[in-house]
């Protein structure tokens, strides 16, 4: 695994040695993704520049340095990711003598005997890479078909700038974008800012599965999608139940796909919490391993967010060398601080810290680290699909014309006035945390009723906060519906809407920012395209029993695990955020929640944020899913952008 940079100047405008300079800074801001070594390329004409950071994996020799020139001299890459493949497309590529065994060099190879477009439907990978056509003089810039790794780019005045984290742009001095208030509307809404937006303005992430092909006089060129889940899915067939057959060949899959996950020239491990996935995972990886797997957990005292129990039984089970480390809170608070660092753009998924916990309790030992992430998404595991899918009956049981009047109706009196209501009428059965949150529920229920359509509906469902201009000074509501075209059932709908959103904008997102800024690679096995286009030819019944999702993945596990050790409520990969506000990080948020100091900036409506800090610490409500993104922004701009 590694990081990348690059620029293309097709101008000419900077010269050989400012454009080698430039380059240079912005490697050097991402070494935390390569340690190993450092490699730096510049075309003969000054047009385009390369640089990359290793952290040696496979091939740990000098031939496996990057960037990597072609043997025929026509192609250099710059490459950040991991080939699962590598042995069936050297076979491919017939007769030819290799200098060393990377993937890398694989991968430069197979560009110069089939080109780009034609490689990438062969590989079996995550990746991000940038490559540049010597003979057409162009430059291409792709990313893996779920957006495992990432890759910005953005012009600086008529240079495009690129690399696998957005610091590396922010280190080319003048680069200076504006902030995008839509952005900005997106992380309060979903705690992520969506590809293809970043912050800042004109600059972009590449989304999952796209390519960016640019010419000398085409400075403006648009990705292109190579790869569709939405289309995938349409065209993989849904097979009738098959029961305990279908158990039998998933099994048999990801056996075979976990397998070639732990080819690796360095100490490799795995995440364990416990749950369905990556048990799954490393019962796979043991079955495998003629030695013991290294699985690693992290532990909290607070005995809600406490996974440790649950892996360390299925580590017991499954007999892995397990490391388990309980913290307590002032060692996760510790990470607060890095996180503007770490997540170069705001990030507010709290599970950002437990993640890069446990991703530098792994860096101890291992170099190499498998998850069991994506399985959710692809076995149709999350409760809210099933909410979804009543929320989606309900809504069209009624017509729309009621739904959107009753939604006026309650939207019609404030927060504040129904939780008056609410207060005066259930005070004698609920608590007073559930009195607060009437008006917030009823406007929820309001903003549903009043959706536009399904993928309204679901965006409405899962959002943090469905009001963001009422927060963001600036932001305006899209009155367009986005996302892909997959219609099957609402339940796969929303599947299919995470696999384009939830999955590349959060998950992977903390992911692989958390585990390379301890310079650990995570591979995730259940997201191979077979697995893919397994899950997806699943029969509805060989998905979901007796209302619980993933029954084959858990159907499998059982053939490894007794059943009463991981059939447990999920849990998610959390932190007492909530409490944390109100008491150790209570002095740090009140800084960045000060209403003046929020007037100052601009960019938010002061008294709702103050408001809503006022009834967080008040014990009367828990405002912390509102406020976290909020925070992480003022944290992120105190780091970035201090006044």
Request: charged share 25%; glycine share 8%; aromatic share 8%.
């Amino acid at each position: 695994m590694c990081g990348l940079t690059g620029a293309f100047d097709p101008n000419q405008q900077l010269g050989e040695g400012s454009l080698r300079q430039m380059v240079g800074q912005m490697t050097s801001a991402i070494v935390h993704r390569g340690p190993d070594d450092v490699g730096l390329w510049v075309e003969p004409q000054a047009r385009v520049a390369f640089g990359h950071r290793r952290l040696s994996i496979i091939d740990l020799t000098e031939a496996g340095q990057q960037p990597m020139v072609s043997a025929n001299g026509r192609w250099v890459i710059a490459y950040n990711g991991e080939m699962y493949n590598t042995s069936h497309i050297r076979e491919l590529l017939g007769e030819m003598k290799f200098r060393g065994h990377s993937d890398t060099e694989v991968l430069v190879e197979a560009f110069a005997q089939w080109g780009v477009e034609a490689t990438i439907s062969r590989i079996n990978a995550m990746f991000a890479f940038a490559v540049w056509d010597t003979q057409e003089n162009e430059l291409w810039l792709a990313r893996d078909r779920f957006g495992e790794k990432p890759l910005y780019y953005g012009w600086h005045g008529n240079v495009l700038l690129f690399g696998s984290e957005l610091k590396a742009l922010v280190a080319v001095p003048g680069f200076s974008p504006d902030i995008d208030r839509q952005a900005l509307g997106m992380l309060i809404r979903k705690i992520s800012i969506p590809a293809p937006s970043t912050l800042y303005k004109g600059t972009k992430k590449l989304a999952p599965g796209s390519l960016l092909r640019i010419r000398g006089g085409q400075e403006r060129s648009e990705p292109v999608r190579y790869w569709e889940p939405a289309t995938e899915a349409s065209n993989t067939a849904v097979r009738a139940p098959r029961g305990e057959e279908v158990v039998d060949e998933l099994e048999e899959l990801l056996t075979s796909v976990v397998k070639s996950r732990m080819e690796s020239d360095v100490p490799l491990g795995a995440f364990l919490s416990g749950g369905v996935d990556s048990s799954t995972v490393v019962a796979l990886m043991q079955k495998s391993s003629t030695q013991q797997v290294k699985t690693f957990t992290i532990g909290f005292s607070e005995a809600g967010y406490d996974e440790s129990p649950h892996a360390k039984a299925v580590a017991q089970h499954l007999q892995t060398d397990h490391t388990e480390l309980k913290l307590t809170a002032s060692d996760a608070l510790a990470v607060i601080p890095k996180l503007p660092r770490i997540y170069d753009e705001p990030f507010a998924d709290s599970s950002q810290i437990p993640t890069y916990l446990v991703s530098a309790l792994a860096r101890q030992h291992v170099t190499v680290a498998l998850s069991g992430d994506g399985g959710d998404e692809l076995f149709g595991g999350y409760d809210r699909y099933r909410v979804f899918d009543r929320l989606h009956k309900y809504r069209n049981a009624i017509p729309q014309s009621i739904l959107k009047a009753s939604g006026k109706v309650l939207s019609s009196l404030s927060v504040d006035t129904w939780n008056k209501i609410g207060s005066s009428s259930i005070a004698t059965i609920a608590p007073k945390s559930v009195q607060v949150r009437t008006g917030e529920r009823v406007h929820k229920l309001s903003k549903l009723l009043q959706s536009r359509g399904d993928r309204d509906l679901y965006e409405q469902l899962l959002s943090v906060n469905s009001d963001p201009a009422s927060l963001v000074i600036g932001y305006v509501e899209s009155d367009t519906e986005s996302g892909h075209s997959f219609r099957r059932s609402s339940f796969e709908d929303a599947m299919m809407t995470d696999t384009y959103d939830y999955l590349p904008d959060d998950i992977l997102v903390k992911v692989d920012r958390a585990s390379m800024a301890v310079s650990l690679e995570v591979r995730v096995p259940l997201l191979d395209p077979e697995v893919f286009s397994f899950a997806w030819g699943l029969h509805p019944d060989d998905r979901v029993r007796n209302g619980i999702g993933k029954w084959p993945l858990r159907q499998l596990l059982t053939r490894y695990v007794p059943a009463e050790i991981v059939e447990r409520p999920k849990m998610g990969f959390g932190v007492p955020i909530n409490k944390w506000l109100r008491n150790e990080l209570r002095d740090w948020a009140s800084d960045l929640l000060d209403g003046q100091l929020l007037q100052q900036q601009g960019y938010f409506h002061a008294d709702p944020i103050v408001r809503m800090w006022e009834e967080h610490i008040s014990g009367t409500v828990d405002r912390s899913t509102e406020l976290w993104p909020v925070l992480m922004f003022q944290a992120w701009l105190q780091e970035w952008h201090p006044q």
